[in-house]
Nanobody, 125 residues
Framework: QVQLVESGGGLVQAGGSLRLSCAASTHSVVIVMAWFRQAPGKERDLVAAIRWNGADSYYADSVKGRFTISRGSDMNTVFLQMNSLQPEDTAVYYC???????????????????WGQGTQVTVSS
């Protein structure tokens, strides 16, 4: 089991930026790392995902052009740079990981093996 530790959430005004970080505690290469978010009363949705080599990435339509997912040089850290934040981006953001090759792409929540504890992002208008 991979332990995922997230950081970087907080309160920001509309139009502002935040950077989320997630570190995976494993000696294995994490094949897919992803960020999901869940607003109160809503399902947990995929925000962005990235493969182990960084060559493939995916973004939900709602965040394209505003959010950027990237992996650290150690391959098992993932970042989510969030710019031009809007109140509708308010949610708990979860980091997730999958060690398996060949899993569905882009991944759904059911495809991810391990999850972080979540970090709150609140955008005020």
């Amino acid at each position: 089991q991979v332990q995922l530790v997230e950081s970087g959430g907080g309160l920001v005004q509309a139009g502002g930026s935040l950077r989320l970080s997630c570190a995976a505690s494993t000696h294995s290469v994490v094949i897919v790392m992803a960020w999901f978010r869940q607003a109160p009363g809503k399902e947990r949705d995929l925000v962005a995902a990235i493969r182990w080599n960084g060559a493939d990435s995916y973004y939900a339509d709602s965040v394209k052009g505003r959010f950027t997912i990237s992996r650290g040089s150690d391959m098992n850290t993932v970042f989510l740079q969030m710019n031009s934040l809007q109140p509708e981006d308010t949610a708990v953001y979860y980091c997730a990981s999958d060690l398996r090759y060949g899993s569905m792409w882009p991944p759904g929540a059911n495809e991810m093996e391990d999850w972080g504890q979540g970090t709150q992002v609140t955008v005020s208008s």
